[in-house]
């Protein structure tokens, strides 16, 4: 099988793929370069430069040859699992989210547009309203005098390729868009009336019912006092720039801010706050809770059911195991949205299969059993391929001296087996529970944090990471700061849980070696 | 004491015996049985019910018909055949490239010894335990930023996905295929090097085929689990003919979805168990040794 030719034509042959190879890396980076330098951004071009010299560094030296080995993967590594961690560290110490997207000289030009009225001979647009893929309120406008179509936001206007439009020429599709539809837009005129686009200095697009116009703003901004002044109302806004937000003399916040540094205030929300710290801690407990439980069940039947199995001569163990994967083989996606419906209250299987009326996701408790049982079904499977690998595994003399010295099953189980047991099986244990502490899919596809009373934010069977993924990307306004702090919490505590796993193991090994 | 229990045990008649030592093994497994395969006796039942709503769905099947497969193909709503070509064209590649790099780095940290090795093993176990989609705000914001200048590669792409999951190659698959490699002997690579091959030579020529099984093993994991993703794929691909299938299926069981769409679900449910299950069922003896390898060769 091995190459035994000498070594010159080898690596000859080898030479040419590597040359082929740094040749599409060459080519890859020109190609990357070009908007690069289109868009002028010098630090992304140097970051770009970078990387290409150390892969070429990398991959000519002969000295350090792991490195050949271990870039591909670090780079990813970097780019994608290291590089967000950092982000999200930095996010958490912002006011970033719905109202504080922008910096404040956009936050400033927004106000102003806010401000406009409509002038003659200004241009006028039909309207659509859409929300982007990051939930940003965005005007779908089709320009009456020419046609053209674009899109809006309290950023600026940007041209827009590809919409769909129906006959009177309204946007009714755009990709990268939801766009609403008439009762939305119903529903929602509040948060338009509110929005403006600037497309100059004092000038910007405002809505009017189902469309919109281009006009001048009474508004304009004095950078003496730092504050925006309204000739038409006479109302003052001055910039806080401590909470990244324009102020009136009344403390009434205007309603574009912009992104500011706001130190661990998203922190300390969550420890003194009471508003946030008594569900958060109501979720912290729970999601402990659902973790563990999980667990505890899905061992409890996966060793039991292993244990049963766990004898050569019985027959039909082929059958039974081949039977058990199958829970474990279907996509769990699809099988967590089953049980969701499983657990419909007048249709579903439990309630008619045990004659019960239960209003599973109306209840705190009737929610989080369901979910503890429907996580225990997906999970079980697993337990019990593990258990059964480690029961197979284990020393059969040490079962044997004890079938001699007397002891008889239940206690050769406690006291041989199920200590031997947890020690090749404590690391899957514990990266199952650490598994579990962030189980977004259990819950999200199947109560989707359900049952909510009246105006929380909290459902009974939230995790802290679907409470966090609701922060950020929920229908209600998206915090990404508060939501980044949340992810930092649970880094935290699931770091602290893998030290103890390091920690655990550690002494383990050297008690069982 | 010694000589009671075997007495005692003697002395009972054979049925009684014979459940002692086996019945009751059957008794637990045909009742975890029961508790194992309902659900999924339930998503046949309602593949096949010809009237497709939740409500006239039953567990043990009351008609028979093919219209909820047929629906999945016809209905323009629901574009089943491109959801599953999406997952495919995600997860495959998504797959194979995470493996080839993590064995890659597998390699390293098997044959080389050099300073920081032990650190960045520690470290990729570490940050393996951080999920990507607990960094979901960042990513955002960095495949915004991408798309400004890549737009192949920004948010609503299949390619910023598949860099999303590449991400995550070097983790636990990292550390069971260095396990593995640890387990080739050495002298293998020793007698290689001696008959002139380089390091490349004997990576893809000898440590790639001989730790086959364990690729495969970690190849499909990785399938499996792109396939399961929720919540990056719902981040990402937003335009309903570029969902995934896990995004796509949801969508048919959403409040607002028409109910007769239950059965239409159920049929897309079975159709894409068909592929996982029978990857499963043809691997598991892998899988077993899979699995339990990590723990126990740690």
Not at chain 1, 199 to 226: N, W
Not at chain 2, 130 to 138: C, G, K, M
């Amino acid at each position: 099988m091995l190459d035994q030719r000498p070594k010159g034509s080898a690596t000859a042959a080898g030479l040419l793929i590597k040359i082929g190879v740094l040749a599409v890396v060459a080519a890859l980076a020109v190609w990357a370069a070009v908007p690069l330098i289109a868009a002028e951004a010098w630090w992304g071009l140097a970051l770009e430069a970078l990387v290409v010299a150390v892969i070429f560094y990398v991959y000519l030296q002969r000295r350090a040859i792991q490195l050949k080995y271990l870039i591909p993967g670090t780079l990813l590594l970097l780019a994608f699992q290291i590089l967000p961690v950092v982000l999200t560290v930095g996010t958490s110490f912002s006011n970033y989210g719905d109202g504080h997207r922008v910096d404040k000289e956009q936050a400033t030009e927004a106000i102003i547009a806010a401000g406009v009225q409509q002038t003659p001979g200004g241009a006028t647009y039909l309207l659509a309203v859409g929300e982007s893929a990051a939930g940003e309120l965005t005007l779908l406008l089709t320009d009456t005098a020419d046609g053209s179509t674009w899109a809006g936001t309290e950023e600026g206007l940007t041209e827009l390729d590809d919409a769909t439009v129906d006959p009177t020429g309204r946007i009714t599709a755009a990709p990268d868009y939801t766009v609403w539809d008439l009762a939305e837009l119903n529903e929602r005129q509040a948060e338009l009336a509110e929005l403006a686009v600037p497309t100059g200095p004092e000038t910007g697009i405002k809505v009017q019912g189902l469309s919109a116009f281009e006009g001048a703003s009474t508004r304009s901004y004095d950078e003496a006092c730092d504050c925006i002044t309204d000739s038409g109302t006479g109302t003052v806004w001055y910039a806080d720039n401590e909470t990244g937000s324009f102020l009136t003399e009344d403390g009434e916040a205007a309603l574009v801010g912009w992104r500011v540094t706001i130190g661990a205030d998203n922190y300390l929300d969550v420890l003194t706050d009471p508003d946030i710290r008594g569900p958060f801690l109501g979720i912290f407990a729970w999601n402990v809770m659902f973790a563990a439980g999980s667990v505890l069940f899905t061992f409890a039947i996966g060793l039991g059911t292993a244990m049963a199995l766990n004898k050569p001569s019985m027959r039909g163990t082929k059958v039974y195991r081949t039977l058990m994967i199958l829970p474990y083989a279907m996509p769990s996606f699809a099988m967590l949205l089953v049980w969701a419906q499983m657990f419909n209250r007048d249709f579903g299987l439990i309630n008619e299969l045990f004659n019960l009326n239960v209003n599973w996701y109306g209840g705190t408790w009737s929610a989080r059993a369901m979910v503890l049982i429907a996580n225990t079904w997906l999970g079980w499977p697993y337990m019990f391929l593990i258990s059964l690998g480690a029961l197979q595994a284990l020393p059969s003399d040490s079962l044997e001296a004890a079938k001699i010295d007397g002891a008889t099953g239940v206690t050769a189980f406690r006291k041989i087996t199920l200590p031997l047991l947890l020690i090749a099986l404590t690391p899957l244990l514990i990266s199952s529970f650490a598994f579990n502490f962030n189980n977004f899919n259990a819950i999200e596809l199947l109560s989707g944090g359900h049952p909510f009373g009246a105006g929380d934010a909290v459902g009974g069977t939230d995790l802290l990471i679907t409470y966090a993924f609701r922060q950020a990307f929920g229908s209600s306004s998206a915090d990404y700061g508060f939501a980044s702090a949340i992810s930092v919490f649970i880094f935290l505590i699931v770091a602290t849980i893998s030290a103890f796993m390091f920690r655990f193991t550690r002494n383990q090994e050297d008690v069982y070696s | 004491m010694t000589v009671s229990a075997p007495v005692k045990r003697k002395s009972r008649p054979g049925a009684a015996k014979w459940f002692g030592d086996t019945g009751w093994r059957h008794l637990v497994a045909i009742a975890v049985l029961v508790f194992g395969l309902v659900p999924i006796v339930y998503v046949i039942s309602a593949a096949f019910n010809p009237n497709g709503t939740l409500s006239s769905t039953s567990l043990l099947p009351t008609g028979f018909s093919l219209g909820n497969f047929e629906k999945l193909f016809s209905d323009p709503n629901v574009p089943f055949g491109r959801w599953f070509l999406n997952s495919l064209v995600i997860a495959v590649p998504a797959a194979f490239i995470s493996i080839f790099i993590s064995s890659l780095a597998a390699y390293a940290f098997s044959r080389f010894r050099f300073r920081g090795r032990r650190p960045m093993l520690l470290f990729l176990l570490l940050i393996q335990m951080f999920p990507a989609f607990l960094a979901v705000v960042a990513l955002y914001l960095i495949f915004g930023s991408i798309g400004e200048f890549y737009p192949v590669a920004g948010l609503n792409t299949k390619l910023g996905l598949m860099l999303v999951y590449m991400g995550g190659a070097l983790g636990v698959s990292t550390w069971l295929m260095k396990g593995f490699f640890d387990t080739i002997p050495k002298e293998l690579d020793e007698a290689a090097t001696i008959d002139g091959a380089t390091h490349a030579q004997i990576f893809f020529g000898m440590i790639l085929p001989l730790a086959a099984p364990i690729i495969a093993i970690s190849g499909i994991l990785a399938f499996v689990g792109t396939m399961n993703d929720f919540i990056l794929a719902s981040l990402f691909l937003t335009d309903r003919p570029e969902m995934t299938l896990a995004v796509g299926l949801k969508t048919l069981t959403a409040e607002n979805s028409p109910a007769s769409y239950f059965g239409i679900f159920a049929a897309g449910t079975l159709l894409t168990s068909i592929l996982t299950v029978a990857v499963f069922l043809s691997l598991q003896r892998y899988i077993v040794s899979g699995l339990t390898g990590g723990a126990v060769k740690g």
